[in-house]
């Protein structure tokens, strides 16, 4: 589905775990002892060593400082934080105007934290100890054992007829961390991985599960993720909408709200109801108004409703390839093809290009075309890029199409994005980066009436 763009930043929103629609400040103690080796000083005097909690919600937003305090003589330090939303943030300890190390601690109302480490060599000598650390180091703990299991069933080690017994005693073990850590962030992703490993074989489980964690903040986006599908594919598209509007009407966070209602509109557009999804839009613009985040994001999602919806003529474009063939509307007036958008040096694009090469293997026979544009600054970075790969389609030459305006024409806001075009010069569908996915179903789509590969 379309829906990469708010899954990433409801998911951002989800780990904060915001509990209330009204902004109050979360308060709890951390203290601990931070010392230095006597390798390094053997004086046994600790003092103004620097502890500095911030608040950053990207790596280019303003920082907040939280909390700045300085060990006295024994390395000891004790402080009350006050902190807008239970989540990881960074703790910088530093000695002498010297950033010596970045700790990610997690902070949760009324959870005293303790840290405790050696200088310099924090890594090493670091502990934490709080109910909510508690937790996530028996998520961890669980989790390396799955992961190790996994590596055991690619390498053949355990047989298939095992394989089902095995997935359904890890989707419980997930859920009994979730039960035995109750409102905590490790119970929560617990419960997602839980609902995520039934999604491969009991869907209407995985979503009572779901179900029975909402409407805690953190479960919407694996609502979203995993729910609606499930929804949508067992019983219909109306039904996932209506899904959507109850998920809606149990969360108290305004922000998660206006999440859903992105997601619904691009719903309606994903399945071609474009009428309806500008309906909806306007609604949108209209809640939203005040936020320039929301009004960038209806700018953009009204580009793609007038311009790239399914059943829209494909924006002109033109460009030559390296093998000096010009390629153009026109020119693929009658073939069904997908335009690759994105540098080759992405490293999702990379990641995909095997499978792409396996779409083009299969869906060539029935006259399926792709071409690349790549956004890359250099030939050589492409030319690299063909040192370990198969040249398997077309790939546009630097320097004969405008970047900026393929950029804008096709409304690029993530790469890879993908386009897949009709025989009529008609967009059956635009995807953008996880979206691939949903490649082979637009293909099927297309190619539905033909019967045998050419």
Request: with cysteine; charged share 25%.
């Amino acid at each position: 589905m379309k829906n990469s763009t708010l899954l990433v930043a409801l998911a951002v929103l989800m780990l904060a775990a915001a509990c209330s629609n009204e902004p109050r400040s979360l308060q709890t103690v951390v203290q601990g002892t931070i010392t230095v080796a006597d390798s390094i000083d053997s004086s046994n005097d600790y003092a103004g060593i620097g502890v500095t909690i911030i608040d950053q919600d990207s790596v280019n937003a303003p920082v907040d400082t939280l909390l700045h305090m300085q060990t006295d003589a024994n390395g000891f330090f004790k402080g009350e934080v006050l902190f807008p939303e239970k989540g990881y943030y960074n703790m910088i300890l530093n000695r002498n105007n010297n950033d010596l190390g970045v700790i990610r601690v997690i902070l949760a109302d009324n959870d005293t934290l303790s840290v405790n480490a050696e200088l310099p060599d924090v890594g090493e000598t670091l502990t934490l100890e709080s109910r909510e650390h508690k937790a996530m180091e028996t998520l961890l703990r669980v989790d390396r054992n799955f992961q190790r299991v996994g590596a055991f069933v690619r390498g053949g080690a355990i047989p298939d007829s095992m394989l089902l017994d095995e997935l359904k005693k890890w989707t419980d073990l997930y859920w009994q961390v979730h039960e035995a850590h109750e409102n905590t962030l490790a119970s929560l992703v617990a419960a997602e991985k839980s609902a995520e490993l039934l999604n491969n074989w009991d869907q209407e489980e995985m979503l009572n599960r779901i179900n029975e964690v909402l409407p805690e903040d953190y479960m919407f986006s694996v609502a979203i993720n995993f729910g609606k599908p499930y929804i949508a594919e067992s019983k219909g598209f109306d039904a996932a909408s209506n899904y959507l509007d109850s998920l809606s009407q149990i969360s108290t966070n305004d922000e998660i709200r206006e999440f859903i209602q992105r997601d619904k509109i691009q719903l309606y557009y994903d399945s071609s109801r474009v009428r309806e999804a500008k309906a909806l839009l306007d609604s949108y613009e209209q809640n939203y108004s005040e936020k320039s985040s929301s009004k960038k994001w209806a700018r953009r999602i009204r580009y793609d409703l007038n311009y790239l919806a399914p059943g829209v003529t494909a924006p002109e474009f033109s460009f030559v390839t390296m093998d000096e063939d010009t390629i153009n509307n026109e020119a693929l007036k009658g073939t069904t093809y997908i335009l690759e958008i994105s540098p080759l040096a992405n490293y999702e694009y990379q990641n995909d290009y095997d499978r792409t090469l396996i779409i083009n293997e299969i869906y060539k026979n029935y006259g399926l075309k792709i071409f690349t544009l790549p956004l890359d600054q250099s030939e050589i970075t492409i030319n690299a890029f063909f040192e370990e790969r198969r040249k398997a389609w077309p790939i546009a030459k630097l320097g004969t199409f405008d970047v900026q305006q393929i950029i804008q024409k096709f409304n690029v806001v993530q790469v890879p994005t993908r386009i897949l075009i009709d025989k009529d010069g008609v967009v059956i569908r635009k995807y953008e980066r996880a979206e691939f996915n949903d490649v082979i179903q637009g293909l099927n789509s297309a190619f539905r009436d033909v019967n045998s590969p050419s």
